[in-house]
Each structure stands twice: as C-alpha cells, then as structure tokens.
C-alpha cells in the first residue's frame, strides 16, 4: 500500500507529470529538463529526485551528466503500471505540446569554467 501511496504523490504534481511525459519521449539529463519545461535547476532536480524516489526513474552519469530516464524494472509496480497508463494514454494538452516541442530543441550543457 505505501508504493502505490508514494507513487499516487509523487504524480500529484503538474511539473512531475511534465517531467515523467517528457522522460516517456527520450533520457534527459537536468539541464535537457530545465530547457524543455522552462524551469530553474533547482526546481528540476527537486521534481526528478521526488520521481526517482517513488521508483518511476533510474539514473546512470554519462560524463559529466546525470541522465534519467523511466524505469521499467523497478520494485514499485505501481510506479511501473502508472507509467504505462501515462504514456499510452491519449492525454494532450497545448502545456504538454509545447514541452515536446522545446525538448527538441534542448541541448546538454557542459560544465562552465570558473571566471577569475
């Protein structure tokens, strides 16, 4: 009961419903998140961090990225089964176009040099 609970929350919120709807399309790393929802870096790894821990995500580093991405083998099977629902549903709507289509233009950035 306490997945299915902890799953339930973590989807309770619109920016976490965007995020997983933009992860269903491809592995992003933060940065890749703020660009294609228009939000800051806190905010995105607040939101990642809140669906990882409810089991919807898994997370690998590529380089200097920590990239996330669905996870389809994790113990929460309602996280799993949710995840299904959401990315077979039919749901569209003009915020989650947009989303789409920003996360086609979003890039990952590297690390910035210090300025002295």
């Not at 419903?17 to 992860?23: A, S």
């Amino acid at each position: 009961m306490q997945d299915l609970i902890k799953a339930m929350k973590a989807l309770s919120d619109e920016t976490r419903l965007r995020i997983l709807k933009i992860l269903l399309e491809r592995e992003c790393c933060v940065c890749e998140v703020m660009q294609a929802l228009d939000i800051s870096q806190s905010r995105a790894s607040r939101n990642l961090g809140i669906l990882q821990d409810a089991g919807f995500l898994t997370v690998r580093r590529d380089r200097v990225w920590i990239v996330y991405s669905v996870n389809w083998q994790t113990a929460n099977r309602y996280a799993t089964a949710l995840a299904k629902l959401l990315r077979d549903s039919p749901i569209s709507n003009e915020v989650l176009a947009q989303d789409r289509e920003s996360l086609n233009h979003a890039v990952r950035v590297g690390p910035r040099p210090l300025r002295k």
